[in-house]
């Protein structure tokens, strides 16, 4: 299952999308502050590594860019070398 139909089974239906809503994308101190969060879609990162920089790029089982939430694309990320 995915952490939101976890969720669901031990809340309720639909209670995954509001964990999601409320505790993951608020910042700091009310939230975790993800810049994308997608609890109810089978994900991984890829990795790509260079000596100047990481980017991490989210998909979906597919391969494909993982979406926020059905929102917007999530990533890449790049984070530059110091």
């Known amino acids: 299952m995915t952490y ?9 239906k639909g209670n995954g999308a509001v964990v999601t809503a409320l505790f993951f994308k608020p910042q ?3 939230g975790v502050g993800f810049p994308c969060a997608n609890t109810d879609t089978f994900s991984y990162v890829q ?13 979906d089982s597919q391969g494909t860019l993982l979406r926020d939430a059905g929102l917007g694309p999530c990533g890449p990320f790049t984070i530059p070398a110091r």
């Open 28 to 30: 700091p101190p009310r």
């Open 47 to 59: 990795a790509h590594v260079t000596s100047a920089s990481l980017t991490l790029t989210p998909k």
């Open 4 to 12: 939101a139909k976890e969720i669901d089974g031990v809340v309720g």
